[in-house]
């Protein structure tokens, strides 16, 4: 995963605040992450580092839910960057938690998912490059944090109708009491699941002026950031995150964008594409990226390129490149070697 340590992550404002309040040093965090103090003053660092310095804070927190919690509810809603603010000064839950997906693009290394169906509303966690796996402790406050917003937001005590963990968290029970649900671990993937319903919450902290100074603000810089790649590759990057949770659909893309499907596919049809011909594409590159790592079996990559059934994955595979994805790795490795 070299290709990660280029990418630049900006560290939340107030996190080394946050620290201190909860009676651990920066210097120690940094020291015990095998980093140098002066990042401390660096607005940003790679993502190797970023996950580092999460890490020595779970270390130093010691129970993994406990750093989780404390850190969460400690954190000021104040320090938060624009892009966060803004989301505490929505109308409702539901438009606060989308604010949050699609303003999370221009922070990486995280991404939110989200599928309303029936009472329920799903928010997954997913990473900047599919395949990457933050520490737990980054995962848990990132979950935490949406739970926050609601309460902090409605000034209602919301819960979790479900939370899934893919590595172990720590004290399960500390995160049950926080989240008001079960806890899983050793799932597929993280996701945070509420209560449908509690969306329509409005929010006491709404504020439509502010709003109207931060969103077009936001959005020019979101715009900016996204015209680096084309349309077409913007939307492939979005479902190259979205892999792991089964086919993406039209719909959710769309949201991530800010647009309708309608206006989605009629943009991807003056490219002289279509979204199924991307999600192809999609599918393909990643297949051929994971293929290339013999740590990750075959039955793991289908799993991480959208397929359930490992057989639907070959039948695909031998269409795109016209050899199973055994004989495909195997004169790739002989290739590289």
């Given at each position: 995963?070299?290709?990660?340590?280029?990418e630049?992550?900006?560290?939340?404002?107030?996190?080394?605040?946050?620290?201190?309040?909860?009676?651990?040093?920066?210097?120690?965090?940094?020291?015990?992450?095998?980093?140098?103090?002066?990042?401390i003053?660096?607005?940003?660092?790679?993502?190797?580092?970023?996950?580092?310095?999460?890490?020595?804070?779970?270390?130093?927190?010691?129970?993994v839910?406990?750093?989780?919690?404390?850190?969460?509810t400690v954190?000021?809603?104040?320090?938060?960057?624009?892009?966060?603010?803004?989301?505490?000064?929505?109308?409702?839950?539901?438009?606060?938690?989308?604010?949050?997906?699609?303003?999370?693009?221009?922070?990486p290394?995280?991404?939110?998912?989200?599928?309303?169906e029936?009472?329920?509303?799903?928010?997954?966690?997913g990473?900047?490059?599919?395949?990457?796996?933050?520490?737990?402790?980054?995962?848990?406050?990132?979950?935490?944090?949406?739970?926050?917003?609601?309460?902090?937001?409605?000034?209602?005590?919301?819960?979790?109708?479900?939370?899934?963990?893919?590595?172990?968290m720590?004290?399960?029970?500390?995160?049950e009491?926080?989240?008001?649900?079960?806890?899983?671990?050793?799932?597929?993937?993280?996701?945070?699941?509420?209560h449908?319903?509690?969306?329509?919450?409005?929010?006491?902290s709404y504020?439509?002026?502010?709003?109207?100074?931060?969103?077009?603000?936001?959005?020019?810089?979101?715009?900016?950031q996204?015209?680096?790649?084309?349309?077409?590759?913007?939307?492939?990057?979005?479902?190259?995150r979205?892999?792991?949770?089964?086919?993406?659909?039209?719909?959710?893309?769309?949201r991530?964008?800010?647009?309708?499907?309608?206006?989605?596919?009629?943009?991807?049809?003056?490219?002289?594409?279509?979204?199924?011909?991307?999600?192809?594409?999609?599918?393909?590159?990643?297949?051929?990226?994971?293929?290339?790592?013999?740590?990750?079996?075959?039955?793991?990559?289908?799993?991480?390129?959208?397929?359930?059934?490992?057989?639907?994955?070959?039948?695909?595979?031998?269409?795109?490149?016209?050899?199973?994805?055994?004989?495909?790795?195997?004169?790739?490795?002989?290739?590289?070697?």
């Open positions: 995963m070299s290709s990660y340590i280029s630049r992550i900006k560290i939340p404002p107030g996190l080394w605040a946050g620290f201190r309040q909860l009676g651990i040093a920066p210097h120690d965090v940094v020291r015990s992450a095998g980093l140098p103090l002066t990042i003053a660096e607005p940003e660092v790679t993502s190797v580092q970023y996950f580092a310095i999460w890490q020595a804070y779970s270390e130093l927190a010691g129970d839910a406990q750093g989780i919690i404390q850190l969460a954190f000021e809603t104040a320090k938060y960057p624009p892009t966060v603010l803004a989301t505490y000064h929505a109308r409702d839950y539901r438009d606060a938690l989308y604010r949050m997906a699609r303003y999370k693009q221009m922070c290394p995280e991404s939110l998912r989200i599928t309303e029936g009472e329920h509303c799903t928010i997954e966690l990473w900047l490059h599919p395949g990457e796996s933050g520490p737990p402790v980054l995962v848990g406050i990132t979950l935490a944090c949406l739970m926050e917003l609601g309460r902090r937001g409605t000034g209602q005590p919301v819960q979790a109708r479900s939370v899934e963990f893919t590595q172990p720590g004290d399960i029970q500390t995160l009491s926080y989240f008001g649900c079960r806890i899983q671990v050793g799932a597929t993937r993280n996701r945070l699941t509420l449908r319903r509690d969306l329509d919450r409005p929010f006491l504020n439509e002026e502010l709003l109207d100074i931060l969103t077009p603000a936001l959005d020019r810089s979101l715009d900016e996204q015209r680096s790649r084309s349309f077409p590759e913007t939307v492939k990057w979005i479902l190259k979205s892999l792991t949770a089964g086919r993406p659909d039209i719909q959710a893309v769309a991530e964008l800010g647009m309708s499907d309608r206006t989605l596919q009629r943009r991807l049809t003056e490219e002289n594409t279509s979204f199924k011909h991307l999600l192809t594409q999609a599918r393909h590159e990643q297949a051929r990226e994971y293929l290339a790592d013999p740590s990750l079996d075959i039955k793991e990559v289908a799993f991480l390129v959208g397929y359930e059934d490992q057989n639907s994955f070959y039948r695909a595979f031998r269409l795109w490149e016209g050899n199973t994805p055994s004989h495909w790795r195997a004169e790739h490795v002989s290739t590289n070697s």
